[in-house]
Each structure stands twice: as C-alpha cells, then as structure tokens.
C-alpha cells in the first residue's frame, strides 16, 4: 500500500514579464504581459512506506513545486496526489500530523530563544504531553548530538546547529513522512555528513518515508537508494542512481599521467577529452571501444600511468542539465 | 480525537505562544522604558489636542471635555490592545508570507487564522492599556455620570464589540499582504483613520458620520462604547454593534480563506 | 564594471565634465529604476496616497468646532490649509529607516555598501521616485477636495506658491535627514528603528498636522517653531494656503536645522559604516 502516489501530477503557473527601459515600466503599469509556465507536467510515481526517495534536478526543474503539492502547500493545476490516505490540499489536522517539511535556510525556531522553547511550543501543538515530548527531545538530541545547544537562544548558533535543532522541531510529533527542501544547503562538508548519517540513522529506527530534494549529488548517492530525475517539469528517470548512470553515460572515464605534455589535439580520436591539465589527461571513451583505445593509448602516447573509472555522477548529472536533453544511445 | 481534546491541545498551545513570546520579548529590557515613554507622549499630545477644542468652556459636537475624555480613554485602550495583540501577530503575518514562514504555519495541525491571530503577546501595550482605563474612569467620575451595573455591563460589551471589529479589519488589512507585497504603508491608513476614534464621532461633518457608522466603524469602537457606559447609548446602535462585530469576525474569516485559495493556488 | 582605460584621460579642460554628466547619468538610472520599482506595486499605490489622510480628518473637525469660529479662523480658511497641509504631507513622508532595517535584515546592505555610490542616495531616489508616482493621487483627491468643498478653491500668487514649494521640499530633506541619523544609530543596534516613534510623534503634535499653530498657546507655539517640525508642514501649507506667516523666521529656522542635521548625519554615516565594517558586516 503505497504511502505517496501521484497521478499525472502538474503544476502551472502565471507570470507578467517587464521590458526593461521607462518605456517598458509605463508599459507594464497600463497593461501586464502574462505567460503560463509549467512548473510541473504529468508525474506519476509511487513510494512505498520507509523508502529513501531523492528528487534530482537542476535549479527551477519543478522539484520544489512538487514537494510543496506533496505537503499541501500548494494546489495541483492537474492530477491527483494522496499522501498517507490524505488529499494534502485539504490539510486536515491528522494528515498533518504525520507529515513534516524542512526547508534549508528556512527557519520556524524562535529566533531569541533557545530551542527548547520553541519545542515545548511545538509540543503542546502537536499534542504531545511534556513526559512524551521530553523523551522525544532526549532521543532526538543525541541521534543529533545536540547538548548544551539547546539551552543557547538560536541566534547564536552556527548554521549548523541550527539545521540540526530545526530538525529536531520538524521531528518531534514522529511524522510518518519527510519532506526534506534542500535540507544540506550552505551547510559545511562536516555538518553535511553529520545530516546524512542522521536522515538514514532515523529512516533505520523509525522506518519513516523519506523524500529529498537536493542538488549535491553526494546527499543523493549517500542516501537515496532510488532517485526521481525532474528536469524542466517532467519525470525523466524513476530508478536507481546506478540505473541512471548506465542510462545516460554509456561510457568510462580514463585518467592519464603523461611523461610530457601533450597540446590537447593530440587526443582526438580517442574519446572526448574531459580535461587536460599539464600533464595530467581525463577521456571519457564508450565503453565497447575501450579496450581498443586503451591499448591504441598505451601504444601511442608516452604514458606514465593510466586508471579506468565510472565518470563522477555529478559530470553526468550535470552535463544533462547543460545539454537540455537526454541523448539515448 | 474529541472536540474536549481538540479544545484542550489549542489552549495549552495558546499558552505556550504567549508564554514563549512574553520570554522573548524580555530579552530586550530597554524596550520597556521605551514604551512606557512613547506611550505617555502619545498620551499628553493626545489630550493637548483634544484640549484646543475645549478652550472656553466649548463643547465638541455636543460632548463635554469630561465625556470626551472617555471617548479618548477608550480609544487609548483599543491602542493599547493593538500593540499588545494586533501589531505584533498582524506585522508578522506580513513578514511571514513575504518570507515564505507562512509555510510553516499551513503545515501546523492548528488553525492558521488562530496561530497567525494569537501567535505573539508584546507586554509592550499593557501600560497603554492600563492608561486608557485610568482615563475612562477619570472621565466617567468627572461627568458626573453614575454608572450602574446594566451600564457598566453594556459598556463592557460594547469594548468587546470594538475589539473584535479591530481585529477584524486589521485582520483584514494583513491578509491582503498575500496578493499586495508592499502594504507598510495599509496599517499607516488603518492608523491614521482610525484615529479619528479618539473624538466623539457627532464632531464630525453629516457624510464622515455615516462613513465612520457603516464602512468604517470607527464610531463603534469608541463612541457607542463610551455612549454605553456613560448611560447615553440607544439600543439600536447597541445592537448595531453586536451585529457589526459579529459580522466582521465571520468576514475576516470568509477572507483568510480566500486568501489561503490565492496562496495554494487553489483556484488557478 | 570598470575597466582601465585603454589610454590615458585627458586631463584639464575636460576633467569637471565627466564627473557632473556622470553624475547626472547616475541619478538619471536610480530615478527611472527606482520608478519603476514603485510602480510594480501600483495596488498598493493608492494605499500610500490614502495614508495621508489625517489632515483632511482633522479639517472635518475643525470646520464644525465652536473653538475653531471662536479663533476667528472661518471654515474655508481651515480647509483651504489643511488641504495644503495634507499635500505637503504627501510629498514630505520619509520612510528611510525601514528601508534600511529591511535592507539589513534580508543582507542586503554589504553589496550595497561597496558600491561607490553613498547609499543615503539611493533611498533618496527612492522617496523622490515615490512622490513622483503619488502626483496623480495627489491630483486627483486635491480636485474631490474642491468638489467637495467648493467654496474653498483657491489659486496661491505665483511668489507664495513658489515659496510654498520650496518649503515643502526643504522640509522633506529635514525629515529625511532627521529619521536618516535615526536609521544610522542601527549600525549600532537593531532596534533603533522604534527610536522613530521618538520622531514621529512630536511630529504630529508640533508640525501643525494637527491644527494651525495660531490655534496653540503661546508658549507651546514658540516651542514648536524653534523645532523642526513646523517646517515640514505649517510652513509651506501656510505659504501656499495664504495663512498668516512669518516666512523669513520660517526660512531662517530651516537653514539653522539643515546646518545641523547634514554635518551629523555625515558624521554618524562614517562612524556607522566604520563599525559595520569592524563588526565583519
């Protein structure tokens, strides 16, 4: 029984567009020129209760949107969505109880108080009596590893800290659903993994339903065993991320070390040079030529050391983004 | 889930938001002296103005100094209680959805309207508050009016009455931030027309009257209040009052959820 | 966007040149960005115009009130200045220091301040740009007004208008200096925008917002028309409406209050900059 489903999901918006000049001011005051966009177009996926789901795309793909219909925030112009048994758009009291939403760089903590306040609040919001709350509190503050933070107004807390008590309030009513917006956003590499290892530690304990919107391929890799590709509004991939490679990169990355430099004319033919930098040399070659041209380099070219490997995820990743499209093989 | 519990988790909620927000405010203890002198500047400007129409022994659309005087008491009254309850919340609802915090607010099992509403105590107006009721008694003892109870009781009513009309048009104002960006300057209007609360409403010209009666109820926050507790209100406006408070309060409502269509895009 | 020029500038004859029209050109771009900023919100324009409402309320008043005839002051007399009043209003409004705190708040305010240009002009351009889209509000509730109360038209002689006018923008760079040395002390602390109240109430009360400063005891008139306030308001509306007025102490007032306020506002400018610099922006 899935816990969220999403039937030809779509978002569209209407947006007034301004020539820049005084003439295109008075234009724009007497009469507004107005363009639909589509945020989002026919999605359909299911998730499962526990599953760890990352929506993968490019600033302004639709991810956003989508949460924000899977939250309640925002009204669907087309399609259906339920979440655990609810119409979202309705945000009826017991739906929202079983959901929470983060937001990176987006805050709901009292700024002059230290977060256990705002957490009682949030407790006698959600209904939660104080033994449940603060047993709720301790658990949470040491998965998180949060102390004497708490006692500390959240204005002098580092971003870090106060990602981590953000979540802490998001967490506190053990909704069955996360809702993560680009929860890593501005956070150093430290506080980055420390999240990470939070998100799966809490998805192992608590079997709750996670769903991810990042654009740091490394929360992604590390947590989301199946990954919603979204780009320019529409579903392009409904998989695993190895899937995904295989898809979109039928190739391997070949890394070189020269004995001299070479200009970088010298590699064509070969593959498409990734990059070259002295002496160091990054092809990307098609797999079923890759032994023929690994031996043509060796043979060829003053060859010091050479590695085969998987291109970056995030080289794939982004070089759809650039291209616009998927070229199928 | 029973409408008991239901009624139980909001006012435990109720009492945290006031609680959290008292303990935030103190932080700033400077504030306190701040608004203590802001408060009685306001207070002495106001009765100095008020003054200038009672140079000799005059009267003021048929008002005494002593009975205006009441007219002002509760208008610094209905002051006190906006900055009190109304500036804090209704500013920050403001903020709020210009910042997209109004998100967060939607994904709260509470009542929007209630938690953007009672969200916020500043103790910042109590003094206010406080001065206003002082001056109303002043005033009331002056005229040489003697309350009963009935009068006392209506008076009370009638305040209630013009609280929730406060309310609701600042309510109002706030709420049309979702479609307008900038609105500093919408409380400025409701500030500035409403003080033409502090005189009595018979001061003004026949068309400002009926303005401040109908569209603008400015009269049924401080006159019809005042009337009442001088002993001087019909019933009709007394009901008018009622009726118009009750009205405002379900408009506010119809509003907020308008608005809350506009903002989820329910409709487009 | 500066590049080293390719050659090197000429310099003497041509050197006053550039710097005015460049000048000239910069105040040209802030002006029509800034209008076209105001004129995004053009629903809540009509608000802005409305908010100025007090002096017309007041007028009602004081046409009906006993103590107004006992002064001896007739009713067109009232509405002729407290029309005038209510458009210098409109045109002398400053609102700086909330720019400024919702500047800072949203962390704006450090890629501003690096820019070159001083930013007491930017929200100077900004109230300018407003006024200039409140002129057609300001037209048209000024043609209700006659409407309304036709035997109050009037037309000021062209020397009292132009005098009136002057006044009136005088008076707006006086507030606009006074909240702008507010809006400086927030470089040293985040609530010194509720020190404004400090500000605008003494301006309802002394400015003549509230009742021509004739209608005052002595004591508190000669009290008030040694502040500024007065002439951000009494002044010009008096000009223009063709009330009693002292014009030259008016005027002498005013340049003794821009003498003050302009050296402390550069002074609380630099010193306000430096800490903001020092506390790491």
């Known amino acids: 029984m899935p816990i969220v489903s999403a039937r030809g999901l779509s978002r569209s918006f209407r947006v007034s567009e301004k020539d820049p000049g005084l003439a295109g001011t008075l234009r724009h005051f007497l009469k507004r020129k107005v363009r639909t966009v589509e945020a989002v177009r026919d999605l359909d996926f299911t998730i499962e209760p526990g599953e760890m789901v990352g929506f993968l795309g490019p600033n302004g793909a639709g991810k956003t949107t989508t949460l924000k219909m899977l939250s309640g925030l925002l009204h669907p112009?087309?399609?259906?969505?339920?979440?655990?048994?609810?119409?979202?758009?309705?945000?009826?009291?017991?739906?929202?109880?079983?959901?929470?939403?983060?937001?990176?760089?987006?805050q709901q903590l009292i700024w002059d108080l230290p977060p256990l306040d705002?957490?009682?609040?949030?407790?006698?919001?959600?209904?939660?009596?104080?033994?449940?709350?603060?047993?709720?509190?301790s658990e949470l503050a040491e998965m998180l590893e949060l102390g004497e933070e708490l006692h500390r107004p959240v204005r002098k807390l580092s971003l870090g800290q106060r990602m981590k008590a953000e979540l802490m309030a998001a967490l506190l009513h053990r909704p069955e659903v996360l809702f993560l917006d680009e929860p890593t956003l501005g956070l150093d590499v430290n506080a980055q993994a420390a999240?990470?290892?939070?998100?799966?530690?809490?998805?192992?304990?608590?079997?709750?339903?996670?769903?991810?919107?990042?654009?740091?391929?490394?929360?992604?890799?590390?947590?989301?065993?199946?990954?919603?590709?979204?780009?320019?509004?529409?579903?392009?991939?409904?998989?695993?991320?190895?899937?995904?490679?295989?898809?979109?990169?039928?190739?391997?990355?070949?890394?070189?070390?020269?004995?001299?430099?070479?200009?970088?004319?010298?590699?064509?033919?070969?593959?498409?040079?990734?990059?070259?930098?002295?002496?160091?040399?990054?092809?990307?070659?098609?797999?079923?030529?890759?032994?023929?041209?690994?031996?043509?380099?060796?043979?060829?070219?003053?060859?010091?050391?050479?590695?085969?490997?998987?291109?970056?995820?995030?080289?794939?990743?982004?070089?759809?983004?650039?291209?616009?499209?998927?070229?199928?093989? | 889930m029973g409408a008991a519990s239901t009624i139980g988790r909001y006012g435990r909620s109720i009492a945290r938001f006031w609680s959290s927000s008292l303990a935030a405010e103190m932080e700033y203890q400077l504030n306190l002296l701040i608004e203590v002198a802001a408060t009685l500047m306001t207070l002495a400007g106001s009765l100095f103005t008020l003054s200038l129409f009672f140079g000799h022994g005059q009267q003021l659309g048929g008002w005494s100094w002593d009975a205006a005087l009441v007219v002002l008491g509760i208008y610094t009254l209905l002051n006190g209680f906006s900055s009190t309850l109304l500036r804090p919340n209704l500013g920050n609802l403001v903020k709020q959805v210009q910042s997209g915090g109004l998100d967060f607010v939607l994904l709260k099992?509470?009542?929007?309207?209630?938690?953007?509403?009672?969200?916020?105590?500043?103790?910042?107006?109590?003094?206010?508050?406080?001065?206003?009721?002082?001056?109303?008694?002043?005033?009331?003892?002056?005229?040489?009016?003697?309350?009963?109870?009935?009068?006392?009781?209506?008076?009370?009513?009638?305040?209630?009455?013009?609280?929730?009309?406060?309310?609701?048009?600042?309510?109002v104002l706030a709420a049309t931030s979702i479609w307008f960006v900038k609105i500093w300057n919408a409380t400025e209007v409701l500030r500035s027309l409403l003080a033409a609360g502090q005189f009595p409403v018979s001061a003004y010209p026949p068309a400002l009257r009926l303005l401040f009666t109908t569209l603008?109820?400015?009269?049924?926050?401080?006159?019809?209040?005042?009337?009442?507790?001088?002993?001087?209100?019909?019933?009709?406006?007394?009901?008018?009052?009622?009726?118009?408070?009750?009205?405002?309060?379900?408009?506010?409502?119809?509003?907020?959820?308008?608005?809350?269509?506009?903002?989820?895009?329910?409709?487009s | 966007m500066s590049q080293l020029p390719s050659r090197p500038l000429p310099c003497g004859r041509n050197r006053g040149r550039p710097a005015l029209a460049s000048a000239l050109r910069i105040a040209r771009a802030l002006f029509i960005s800034q209008y076209a900023l105001m004129l995004e919100f053009r629903a809540e324009i009509l608000l802005w115009a409305?908010?100025?409402?007090?002096?017309?309320?007041?007028?009602?008043?004081?046409?009906?009130?006993?103590?107004?005839?006992?002064?001896?002051?007739?009713?067109?007399?009232?509405?002729?200045?407290?029309?005038?009043?209510?458009?210098?209003?409109?045109?002398?409004?400053?609102?700086?220091?909330?720019?400024?705190?919702?500047?800072?708040?949203?962390?704006?305010?450090?890629?501003?301040?690096?820019?070159?240009?001083?930013?007491?002009?930017?929200?100077?351009?900004?109230?300018?740009?407003?006024?200039?889209?409140?002129?057609?509000?300001?037209?048209?509730?000024?043609?209700?007004?006659?409407?309304?109360?036709?035997?109050?038209?009037?037309?000021?002689?062209?020397?009292?208008?132009?005098?009136?006018?002057?006044?009136?923008?005088?008076?707006?760079?006086?507030?606009?200096?006074?909240?702008?040395?507010?809006?400086?002390?927030?470089?040293?602390?985040?609530?010194?925008?509720?020190?404004?109240?400090?500000?605008?109430?003494?301006?309802i009360f002394l400015s003549g917002m509230l009742a021509p400063l004739d209608l005052y005891p002595e004591a508190v008139r000669r009290f008030a028309l040694l502040t500024p306030f007065p002439s951000m308001l009494y002044l010009p509306a008096q000009l223009a409406s063709g009330g009693p007025i002292d014009a030259l102490a008016g005027f002498r007032t005013v340049a003794v209050w821009l003498a003050v306020l302009i050296p402390l506002n550069l002074l609380l400018w630099r010193a306000g900059v430096r800490r903001y610099a020092a506390m790491g922006g």
Not at chain 1, 120 to 128: E, I, M
């Open chain 2, 109 to 171: 099992p509470i009542d929007s309207q209630i938690w953007l509403s009672l969200r916020t105590l500043s103790p910042w107006g109590l003094p206010e508050m406080v001065l206003g009721l002082t001056l109303v008694v002043v005033g009331t003892i002056r005229s040489g009016a003697r309350p009963d109870a009935t009068a006392l009781l209506t008076g009370g009513l009638m305040v209630l009455a013009g609280v929730t009309i406060l309310y609701s048009l600042w309510f």
């Open chain 1, 77 to 106: 112009s087309g399609g259906r969505v339920e979440v655990a048994g609810h119409s979202p758009a309705r945000r009826e009291a017991e739906f929202l109880r079983r959901i929470t939403l983060v937001m990176g760089q987006k």
């Open chain 2, 216 to 267: 603008l109820p400015v009269a049924f926050l401080t006159t019809v209040p005042a009337e009442a507790i001088l002993g001087l209100a019909s019933g009709g406006s007394l009901l008018a009052g009622l009726v118009l408070a009750g009205l405002s309060l379900v408009g506010s409502r119809a509003l907020w959820r308008l608005a809350l269509r506009n903002y989820t895009s329910a409709s």
């Open chain 1, 118 to 137: 705002s957490l009682r609040v949030n407790a006698a919001v959600y209904g939660l009596d104080d033994r449940e709350a603060a047993r709720r509190i």
């Open chain 1, 195 to 329: 999240m990470r290892r939070f998100l799966a530690d809490y998805n192992r304990r608590h079997g709750a339903t996670v769903l991810l919107t990042s654009h740091y391929m490394a929360d992604i890799t590390a947590l989301c065993p199946r990954v919603l590709l979204i780009h320019a509004g529409s579903l392009f991939h409904d998989g695993s991320l190895e899937q995904l490679t295989q898809r979109l990169a039928p190739r391997r990355e070949v890394r070189l070390e020269l004995a001299d430099t070479l200009p970088a004319s010298a590699f064509s033919g070969y593959g498409e040079l990734e990059s070259c930098s002295g002496r160091d040399v990054r092809l990307l070659v098609d797999r079923d030529r890759l032994t023929t041209v690994v031996g043509r380099l060796l043979a060829d070219l003053p060859v010091l050391d050479l590695e085969v490997r998987d291109p970056p995820v995030e080289d794939i990743i982004g070089r759809l983004f650039r291209q616009g499209s998927i070229e199928q093989p």
């Open chain 3, 50 to 203: 409305l908010s100025g409402v007090l002096p017309l309320l007041m007028f009602s008043l004081w046409s009906g009130a006993p103590a107004g005839a006992a002064a001896g002051i007739s009713p067109e007399a009232f509405a002729r200045y407290f029309l005038a009043a209510f458009v210098v209003r409109q045109f002398t409004v400053v609102w700086v220091v909330y720019a400024f705190e919702e500047d800072n708040l949203l962390g704006r305010l450090s890629p501003l301040l690096l820019q070159p240009l001083p930013l007491v002009w930017r929200y100077a351009a900004a109230h300018l740009a407003e006024q200039a889209t409140r002129l057609p509000f300001v037209v048209v509730m000024v043609a209700l007004f006659f409407l309304a109360v036709p035997d109050a038209v009037w037309i000021p002689s062209p020397a009292r208008l132009l005098l009136a006018l002057l006044a009136a923008h005088l008076g707006f760079w006086l507030n606009f200096l006074l909240q702008h040395a507010i809006t400086m002390l927030c470089f040293w602390s985040e609530r010194a925008s509720a020190l404004e109240r400090f500000l605008f109430m003494p301006y």
